[in-house]
């Protein structure tokens, strides 16, 4: 049901839905939450009312909030743009940022082949070091992890690019990132790896590098070099990071273009596009990732009109394969979509910013985020 208070300015048709109808909804909730909640949210005041009956958890939608976060987007709001990072991390192809090739998995043997290769091209490095990614880039102090490394026979890490041995006390900041890398093993120079027993060494070190590293082995001589068990360019040797969620945030450093840190412009004062990903906002291995020929970047530079019938022609055209992996993400964002177009949104791409929205749009952006999130039993209060 629609309700419309209509009457002059002045006339309290504001105070009357806001002040009183959904503070008196919202307050009504927050008071049917937990003891732990409540303090957390904080007490509501009683609006100036008697008696309101039958009265639901309220939503308001006025035309005053409106972000000038320069990382906000049409696609952020609506959270389609989470569900693209979901749906690229699961059946997205990567190709190689530099020759352009898709990239394949690499089996033990092609990475023990790839690691001779780096050893005979070896110029002044001492040894070639066996390193196993085992956490990259998470908050904790990994006491229990270390000392169960240490408990299985292991003696060095690398954490946060400075070696260390586990035999020593190793204390972690917890609520800073840590990447941590165990070493695995390191073959001296002059070993030959032609020799049988060597080359079962060097594979054995590898195997359970990719065992600890999740299917990741870095290798160092007098470069720095990782290898992937699951997408590595066989031409260049490009190791492709684990394809997941936050590879496509430009929000996060794993995702986020090094030169504009995720902004797309130069600065946050500027509208002069950066260098480096052309206002993409993405690393090189983010806009590597393809669907139908098509990256992240791609799609969200689309209208809304225009990404509906991608991905209604990708639905159709897709192997049963595809549709299995990617189902859950595409429902979201078809129903997003869906929503956009509802309120005459059709025209804008999900690339832009909210700072440019004009008043309407983005009450139609947030009330279409809203409605998306198909509640039922629930009150939505809005203004004009």
């Not at 797309?264 to 983010?286: H, M």
């Amino acid at each position: 049901k629609m309700f419309v208070f209509t009457g002059l300015s002045g006339s309290g048709k504001s105070s009357l839905a806001f002040d009183t109808i959904f503070a008196e909804g919202q307050r009504r909730y927050i008071e049917s939450l937990s003891a732990y909640a409540r303090q957390v949210l904080g007490r509501l005041d009683k609006p100036d009312v008697d008696e309101i009956e039958g009265l639901s958890p309220a939503i308001s939608i006025d035309q005053k909030s409106h972000s000038h976060n320069p990382r906000s987007t049409v696609a952020t709001i609506t959270e389609i743009y989470d569900y693209l990072r979901v749906l690229f991390a699961r059946a997205g192809k990567p190709h190689c940022p530099i020759c352009g090739k898709e990239i394949k998995k690499l089996t033990l043997d092609e990475i023990v082949d790839a690691a001779i290769e780096i050893f005979k091209e070896n110029k002044t490095g001492k040894s070639l070091t066996i390193l196993a990614p085992v956490v990259r880039g998470r908050k904790g102090e990994y006491y229990q992890l270390l000392y169960d490394l240490l408990s299985a026979g292991f003696s060095e890490v690398r954490i946060d690019g400075v070696f260390r041995s586990l035999r020593e006390r190793i204390e972690l900041h917890r609520y800073k990132q840590h990447t941590i890398e165990l070493v695995v093993d390191k073959i001296h120079f002059g070993t030959d790896l032609n020799d049988k027993d060597n080359r079962n060494r060097l594979t054995e070190a590898i195997e359970s590098a990719l065992k600890y590293g999740n299917d990741v082995v870095t290798l160092i001589t007098d470069k720095e070099i990782s290898l992937s068990a699951k997408f590595t360019c066989p031409d260049d040797s490009f190791a492709f990071p684990e394809i997941e969620p936050r590879l496509f945030s430009f929000n996060s450093p794993y995702g986020a273009c090094e030169a504009c840190h995720g902004l797309g412009t130069k600065d946050i004062w500027s509208e002069e596009v950066c260098e480096t990903c052309r206002g993409k906002r993405l690393k090189p291995e983010a806009l590597s990732v393809l669907i139908s020929g098509k990256n992240i970047a791609n799609v969200t530079a689309m209208p809304v009109s225009e990404a509906r019938e991608f991905f209604e022609k990708l639905i159709s055209a897709k192997a049963t394969r595809f549709l299995e992996v990617a189902e859950a993400p595409l429902r979201e964002i078809q129903s997003r979509l869906k929503f956009l177009f509802d309120v005459g949104l059709d025209y804008l791409t999900l690339e832009r910013r909210a700072g440019t929205l004009s008043g309407g749009e983005a009450q139609r952006i947030r009330l279409a985020s809203q409605i998306g999130s198909r509640l039922t039993g629930t009150l939505y209060v809005l203004d004009e």
